[in-house]
């Protein structure tokens, strides 16, 4: 059962993100017309929510590059490689917030800086908060979901493989999804 309760005013709470249960999608298009997912499993980061200015809040997220996996052997081999993420030379992902849009009282735009490679891009997360909620230990826990997509050679994430039919083998556009879980 979930319990929600009123935050505190004029409170900034630090959130530590529960690997466990927290999830960090990509999705690509694979000879044009196939959805591919993947996911990082690990991943860290903090939460700095202000609970009477959210405008005020920060997010900071480290991704294992290493920890992909799209449950294909194979597929994860070769994204881990010199050819996409180059995981030996460039170890991690990383998201730093640089502000926030409050969009409403559970939306907000989350802009920031994306860093895949040594590439940095500013990305903006569209975010909702899901819930509040206290957990069977008792810790006080909270819960986003955001989404947003990128090109990938923006980052220098650029091989790909003509088609003998037309097109490519593997997609520009990738849709990044998040379902982060944050304790107190």
Avoid: C
């Amino acid at each position: 059962m979930t319990t929600h309760s009123e935050p505190e005013a004029g409170t900034r709470n630090v959130w530590q993100f529960d690997p466990n249960h927290t999830l960090v999608e990509f999705v690509a298009k694979h000879m044009m017309i196939t959805t591919v997912r993947g996911r990082f499993k690990g991943v860290q980061g903090t939460l700095i929510l202000d609970e009477t200015d959210p405008s005020r809040s920060s997010v900071e997220v480290d991704l294992d590059a290493a920890s992909l996996y799209s449950g294909v052997d194979y597929r994860d081999n070769h994204l881990k490689s010199g050819d996409f993420l180059e995981v030996e030379k460039y170890p991690k992902i990383t998201f730093k917030s640089t502000r926030v849009e409050p969009a409403g009282s559970d939306h907000a735009r989350v802009i920031g800086n994306l860093t895949i490679r040594d590439v940095t891009r500013e990305v903006v997360l569209d975010t909702e908060l899901t819930g509040r909620a206290k957990n069977p230990m008792g810790q006080e826990v909270v819960a986003f979901d955001a989404k947003t997509s990128i090109n990938r050679k923006d980052f220098g994430l650029n091989w790909n493989l003509a088609l003998e039919s037309g097109g490519w083998l593997v997609g520009d556009t990738i849709k990044i999804e998040i379902a982060a879980e944050g304790v107190r």
